[in-house]
């Protein structure tokens, strides 16, 4: 049975009242959208969140009444959309006498000193940077070294993930390779380094309050408005996606330092060729590597100079048993960023070599760029299925490519 409408009413009054004040990190890009409530009176299951209230504090008392706060982003860090809690636990006059808030999943006390953390009778949270996880104390996320440096790398370097398939969605959205690209390259955009100065102030009295019922009717709106979104801003854009090869191209092969197995452990980048795939991912292209190489040697390389998180697949020769120009190595990175076939006209390809980058390219569809290093392969083509679409010098000529393409 539903509440009268006057005690819906007194509920939306009572929650509007205790609404959390929650400070982010100043370059936080993502803050609340909006808040979903209930008024909790009796111990209970929660309505949206995996816990039993059972309306006792510590110290051994019992509120009265527990406002449990579902904290809608349509974004996070690493995900299209995101729900944190928080909880305000009342006395019979309405006052705050302790309070909760949501911590990668679990519960945990808003306590500062053994008080509850407040302002003006309203509970205080701090937001990690990018996942926003919930804490009374906004040195929890820069107080030692170790944390400081996870939070920042999830924040930047890890920024990027799919469609966050979870209860909410009840079954009204799958996740598909193409909705996690479109979310993986808008997230890419948004990578941040945080300030660990928590004075972005958001008070949830200005942001929509609405019972958790609808919120939850609302969400696979709100998703699915988001991937149309994304859709209509990637079809304006020429190119959606970049595909790399790694020897002469972003690596110097002459460099290379290799273990008995002929595994590379370390080499030389080409000057600029860090800078322009940091580029490439803030700029909110897709980024595969399409490599004839070991598994080892493309891993050990890319993470020596801090890029293995930028790309979002890797085509290796030796994994799919087969190598460049066969069309299956472009295609699998084609599939993995969620592309149809028909779609190979948005992706570039660039790499050093005319009989496997440029052939197996062009045999597609795909735009073709031609890396001309140095002498230790042909540079102009003999046969004309390895003609390139464009030539560069250097690696880091790509981003004047990409802008004339747009």
């Keep these: 049975m539903s509440r009268p409408a006057a005690d819906r009413r007194d509920d939306l009054e009572i929650a509007r009242r205790h609404a959390p004040i929650i400070y982010f990190d100043l370059a936080e890009p993502f803050l609340p959208d909006l808040v979903g409530f209930a008024v909790v009176r009796r111990p209970g299951p929660s309505p949206t969140f995996d816990r039993y209230l059972d309306l006792r504090i510590p110290g051994g008392g019992r509120a009265a009444a527990v406002i449990e706060y579902a904290l809608w982003y349509d974004w996070d860090i690493q995900h299209l959309y995101e729900l944190e809690h928080a909880w305000a636990y009342l006395d019979a006059p309405g006052r705050l006498i302790h309070a909760e808030g949501s911590w990668h999943g679990e519960p945990i006390r808003l306590t500062r000193g053994g008080r509850v953390s407040a302002e003006g009778g309203r509970l205080v949270a701090y937001a990690q940077p990018g996942k926003h996880a919930l804490s009374a104390e906004p040195a929890l996320f820069s107080a030692h070294d170790g944390y400081r440096e996870l939070v920042r790398w999830e924040a930047d370097e890890r920024a990027g993930g799919g ?58 709106g ?14 304006r854009r020429r190119i959606w996606a970049v595909l790399l090869d790694l020897g002469d191209t972003l690596m110097l092969e002459t460099s290379e330092e290799k273990d008995p ?48 998180e930028a790309f979002d697949t890797f085509v290796i020769s030796e994994e799919l048993g087969t190598s460049k120009p066969d069309p299956a190595m472009f295609l699998a990175a084609i599939r993995a960023f969620g592309l149809l076939r028909s779609e190979v006209d948005r992706v570039v390809m660039v790499g050093n070599r ?21 002498e230790r392969y042909p540079g ?12 560069i010098g250097q690696i880091a000529e790509l981003e004047a490519v990409l802008r004339r393409l747009g």
């Design 163 to 220: 469609l966050d398939v979870g209860p909410l969605l009840g079954g009204a959205l799958r996740a598909t390779a193409r909705r996690n690209g479109l979310t993986r390259a808008f997230l890419h955009t948004r990578a941040f380094e945080p300030t660990f100065q928590f004075e972005q102030r958001w008070d949830g009295t200005t942001a929509p309050i609405v019972p958790v019922e609808e919120l939850i009717a609302a969400v696979p």
């Design 380 to 391: 102009r083509p003999s046969d004309p299925r390895d003609e390139p679409t464009h030539t």
């Design 222 to 235: 709100r998703v699915g408005a988001e991937l149309r979104r994304l859709a209509t801003e990637r079809s």
């Design 261 to 308: 197995a002929d595994t590379t452990q370390r080499a030389d980048l080409f000057p600029g060729a860090a800078d322009l795939v940091h580029w490439l991912r803030r700029s909110g292209y897709l980024v595969g590597l399409v490599a004839d190489t070991r598994p080892g040697s493309a891993r050990n390389v890319l993470r020596q100079h801090g890029i293995h």
């Design 354 to 374: 005319l009989d496997r980058d440029i052939r197996g390219a062009n045999a597609l569809g795909i735009v073709s760029v031609l890396v001309r290093n140095n």
